[in-house]
């Protein structure tokens, strides 16, 4: 983790959370590879099953559950029972997905390893990305995807605000750089003055900017 806060902001929010239910009831996602005994409702899922649909998925994408019959996402040793069975319908939570880029990222990749040297992201992720990264790789690897961990905060308005387009306060960067139509009222500073302010501040809390603010932090070079 970047900072001791961090480190007690994650490890907060990690130990009070309840159980992971992975599951969702979603007309679109990744499916969850479970099939269904259509008279008991007794679950099918297992290392067998789950190898052939991941070979399948691999080949023909995740739309394969959907679209393919039971008879052909079972393996061959389930085919005689296929009319036995349905296929789950419930989706993947979108965290499990984004938490298990590690994998599909830093395993299969040439010229990367795992784990990650850094995580960088904004700090609401303490909650998000940062937290279903480190669950599915414990539980699987039994360490976190990464080595370190930095976490940012967010680009304000001059009051505070967060930017939006309905209140009508959104800077933009090429206004600074380039200047607006008035170019006296809005001169252009350049893009060496927006960075060097951007490089600056502290990043590690929220920044505040408006038409003025990376100029008027400048001036005295």
């Not at 259509?38 to 190898?51: M, R």
């Not at 937290?131 to 599915?136: D, E, N, P, R, V």
Request: hydrophobic residues 35%; charged residues 25%; negative net charge.
């Amino acid at each position: 983790m970047d900072s001791i806060s961090g480190r007690k902001q994650n490890f907060t929010m990690t130990s009070s959370r309840s159980d992971w239910c992975i599951s969702r009831q979603r007309t679109w996602g990744v499916p969850i590879p479970v099939f269904y005994h259509a008279e008991t409702k007794e679950p099918l899922l297992n290392e067998e099953t789950v190898n052939h649909i991941k070979s399948i998925i691999s080949q023909k994408g995740s739309d394969a559950w959907w679209y393919m019959p039971v008879e052909e996402l079972l393996p061959e040793s389930y085919r005689d029972k296929a009319s036995d069975y349905v296929k789950g319908t419930d989706t993947m939570d979108v965290w499990f997905d984004s938490g298990s880029s590690w994998a599909a990222v830093l395993e299969s990749r040439d010229g990367l390893s795992y784990p990650a040297d850094l995580y960088v992201e904004g700090t609401d992720q303490h909650r998000g990305w940062f937290q279903s990264s480190l669950l599915t790789s414990v539980a699987t690897k039994g360490k976190a995807p990464y080595s370190g961990v930095i976490t940012h905060g967010f680009v304000l308005d001059e009051r505070g605000l967060k930017m939006s387009k309905s209140l009508g306060n959104v800077v933009d960067p090429r206004k600074i750089i380039e200047g607006g139509k008035n170019q006296e009222a809005e001169p252009s500073y350049g893009a060496d003055v927006l960075r060097l302010w951007v490089s600056s501040v502290d990043y590690t809390g929220d920044v505040l900017i408006g038409p003025q603010v990376p100029p008027s932090n400048v001036r005295h070079i």
